[in-house]
Nanobody, 120 residues
Framework: QVQLVESGGGLVQPGGSLRLSCVAS????????MTWYRQAPGKERELVAT????????NYAASVKGRFTISRDNGRHTVSLQMNSLQPEDTAVYLC?????????????WGQGTQVTVSS
């Protein structure tokens, strides 16, 4: 069965850094596009960053561009999110997602999330 397990969340002061990791099992990790989302209380889920499967092309939300970096290690089935210069508005549950689409074939998997709180 497919599992995505996030880790690395916690409490950090404004201006601080955190590194989130998401370890995947039960799937052929290298063929999946990987995405980090976040959801703050009372707000819609927001795409934070994505990295493609075959050529590691990255894309970021405007709100995190220049502060966050997404990367993947196919050998370790891991996608990471390095978050720098964190601000209170970055407070949210961060979830990773694995997506594969080929023609009409589509698979989507989600992790449970890890809480990030930015506060002094």
């Amino acid at each position: 069965q497919v599992q995505l397990v996030e880790s690395g969340g916690g409490l950090v002061q404004p201006g601080g850094s955190l590194r989130l990791s998401c370890v995947a099992s039960g799937l052929t990790f290298s063929i999946y596009n990987m995405t980090w989302y976040r959801q703050a209380p009372g707000k819609e889920r927001e795409l934070v960053a994505t990295i493609t499967a075959d050529d590691d092309i990255t894309n970021y939300a405007a709100s995190v561009k220049g502060r966050f970096t997404i990367s993947r290690d196919n050998g370790r089935h891991t996608v990471s999110l390095q978050m720098n210069s964190l601000q209170p508005e970055d407070t949210a549950v961060y979830l990773c997602a694995a997506k594969f689409k080929f023609g009409t074939l589509e698979y989507n998997y989600w992790g449970q999330g890890t809480q990030v709180t930015v506060s002094s």
